[in-house]
């Protein structure tokens, strides 16, 4: 069979995406990064992915977020990314954004886990084969380690920059001390962090109330959220029940007995003030993290192209009244998971 050859739409940048600096920095990132945590792993079919990023890219979103233990399949994830890139977008490269990250668990022993610099960098390492790319824009460390002495970790993203296998480096889900350290270090060394990833959503806001976001824009970098939707909570997808091929059904990351009674009404209340808006309830929970001030891009992950042109929307619909923001911030407040 001969592979279809990919010719991006010429219109690309004129499909609505908008573009958002990075902190301090000179790096642009699309309101929308196209996140491959769940959806892209050896489960999933590769004429499926490799439609999903093709649309991604002809709609603007020029942001990838990938981790070396993406999959299911650790790693099958990245190697997704390196079919599809190799056969699509080589000649696109330099309009891509590429992250990476490493910090979880990927292989047995001692050496594959954690923030040492011979895990971080083993793992670019393998991370730069499975995705057939010469370097990443931005290489994370995924987590804290609370042994690894934090210079250790620091500066091996250094020297992943200085190597040339990553133009920036960012910070995933560190503690707020531990990352006013990292920011210091690593402005000091040259290399100033460009990002810091962690969860954000109208049910989970630990970082506007632990003081992570305030830290992160006092010192200039950009803030990338994922899990936008909570685990697909914050959609209409469980108003009428739990589907059969649902998050929950899976009883990993969302439990059946997480949707109650409570948490449907309350749903239910924010899928009528989407529907006033002319959203769907997953279109606003996205524009509601891109109104946020100090966000430069939001995650979302999708398991078709129609999954991804529903949340391409929610760049159209940013701006909430007063109002609004009140009712929907109320019945979010009430929803425990």
């Not at 995924?142 to 690894?148: A, I, L, V």
């Not at 950009?222 to 914050?234: D, E, R, T």
Request: aromatic fraction near 12%; glycine fraction near 8%.
């Amino acid at each position: 069979m001969i592979e279809d050859i990919f010719k991006a739409d010429s219109k690309r940048y004129e499909a609505g995406m908008e573009y958002r600096r990075s902190g301090r920095s000179g790096i642009l990132l699309s309101e929308i990064s196209l996140g491959f945590w769940h959806n892209f792993g050896e489960t999933a079919p590769l004429e499926r992915s490799k439609d999903i990023m093709r649309y991604a890219f002809d709609h603007g979103i020029t942001s990838f977020d990938l981790a070396n233990n993406y999959g299911p399949g650790y790693g099958t994830a990245e190697e997704t990314f390196g079919y599809v890139y190799d056969k699509s977008f080589r000649p696109y490269r330099d309009e891509m954004f590429v992250a990476s990250k490493a910090g979880y668990d990927m292989w047995p022993g001692p050496y594959g886990n954690w923030g040492s610099r011979k895990y971080l960098m083993a793992s670019i390492n393998q991370s730069l084969r499975r995705t057939k790319l010469d370097y990443f824009d931005v290489f994370y460390s995924h987590r804290y380690d609370p042994e690894t002495p934090l210079e250790e970790t620091l500066q091996a993203l250094v020297d992943i920059v200085r190597m040339g296998k990553a133009l920036y480096v960012g910070i995933s889900r560190w503690p707020v001390e531990a990352t006013k350290f990292a920011f210091d270090y690593l402005r000091e060394h040259d290399t100033p962090c460009l990002i810091f990833q962690d969860r954000l959503n109208l049910i989970d806001r630990r970082v506007e109330s632990d003081g992570t976001l305030a830290c992160v824009r006092e010192n200039g970098c950009g803030f990338i959220a994922f899990s936008p939707l909570a685990q697909g909570v914050l959609t209409n997808r469980y108003i009428n029940g739990i589907p059969s091929d649902s998050r929950a059904m899976q009883q990993k990351f969302l439990k059946t007995s997480q949707i109650s009674d409570d948490l449907v009404a309350n749903i239910t209340e924010l899928n009528e003030i989407a529907l006033r808006r002319g959203q769907s309830l997953a279109q606003m929970s996205l524009s509601w993290v891109l109104a946020h001030p100090g966000v430069t891009s939001v995650i979302i992950g999708c398991s078709s192209v129609a999954q991804l042109e529903d949340s391409l929307q929610a760049v159209k619909s940013k701006n909430f009244t007063a109002e609004e923001l009140t009712s929907i911030e109320e019945i979010a407040a009430r929803i425990k998971l």
